[in-house]
């Protein structure tokens, strides 16, 4: 496997808060680092004035993980479902790539989530003619909450690694 991203070093990939307060909603929300090493993703999940989403994303160089089959997260959460969500390229809005993956309360769960499962949205929707995900193209990649329950979030994330049996077994 190999580690495409944790929480050891200290900006060593800089984090942006982006919630529905772009649309006019009024969830908060913050990353931060803690003494274990892990990233601290939590805030509140409001559903006023048509919102419903809080998220945290890191932009990188481009990333070729065609070599792989998918992704492992590595989290600790509150028992609610959030995505992890893949973007091929830089631009701040358009089509992501997601996939869901569930949470226990207070209890460490590692989600296999393989690069197929990985579905395009773009506001909400499946937009008409976008393709799979193609993980050799890899530009941005982010956590994101928008189960439609309003309230306080949690989820505690200690890496985010890459997996394929070619790859691991070598």
């Given at each position: 496997m190999t580690v495409i991203v944790d929480f050891t070093e200290a900006d060593a990939v800089p984090w942006v808060i982006v919630n529905d307060g772009v649309m006019g909603g009024r969830s908060t929300s913050d990353l931060e680092l803690t003494?274990?090493?892990?990233?601290?993703?939590?805030?509140?999940?409001?559903?006023?004035?048509?919102?419903?989403?809080?998220?945290?994303?890191?932009?990188?160089?481009?990333?070729?993980?065609?070599?792989?089959?998918?992704?492992?997260?590595?989290?600790?959460?509150?028992?609610?479902?959030?995505?992890?969500?893949?973007?091929?390229?830089?631009?701040?809005?358009?089509?992501?790539?997601?996939?869901?993956?569930?949470?226990?309360?207070?209890?460490?769960?590692?989600?296999?989530?393989?690069?197929?499962?990985?579905?395009?949205?773009?506001?909400?929707?499946?937009p008409p003619g976008a393709g799979p995900l193609d993980p050799a193209r890899i530009r941005q990649m982010g956590f994101l909450l928008g189960d439609k329950k309003e309230g306080p979030f949690r989820l505690e994330i200690a890496w985010v690694k890459a997996y394929g049996s070619d790859v691991d077994a070598g």
């Open positions: 003494e274990e090493g892990t990233g601290l993703f939590t805030g509140f999940l409001s559903l006023e004035n048509n919102g419903g989403f809080a998220s945290t994303r890191a932009a990188f160089d481009s990333m070729d993980l065609s070599p792989y089959e998918g992704v492992i997260v590595r989290a600790r959460g509150d028992g609610r479902t959030y995505q992890l969500r893949f973007r091929t390229d830089g631009s701040f809005d358009g089509v992501a790539y997601r996939a869901e993956f569930e949470t226990e309360p207070d209890s460490w769960v590692e989600a296999r989530l393989p690069f197929e499962s990985f579905r395009p949205s773009f506001r909400g929707w499946a």
